[in-house]
């Protein structure tokens, strides 16, 4: 499935975990229907803290599909890092990252490649 799209809802979560974890970082994996990122799966025993976030991958249910990640950057880069491009490549196709001030341009996705890629945003009205 090709994501060309996140749910206003969904991304609007996505801030809102940005600025509740701040100044820490978070990470979470993502769902998809017909190509729209609507879900978010925090995986138990997962962290992050000023500079780093981690998916424990041992704790990810069997059989459970996701399309990538989403993080936070609690300093307002919102360009990967070397670490998140080597998670890129290891964990699905689309990747999201939010920073300060985690609002509605605070964020971009990357594809597994690292290089930006644009992301419609829906309503699921």
Known sequence: MKVYAIDRDTLALLLEMG???WPNEYMVLLGAEDGVINMVYPIAGSGGGSDASYIMMDMVPL???FVGTAHSHPNGVVRP???DYSTFAE???VHIIVGSPFDEYSWR???RDGHPVKLEI???E
């Open 81 to 83: 890092s070397d670490t």
């Open 122 to 124: 829906v309503s699921d």
């Open 63 to 65: 059989g459970m599909s």
């Open 91 to 93: 964990m699905g196709q």
């Open 19 to 21: 600025k509740s974890s």
């Open 109 to 111: 996705a990357f594809r």
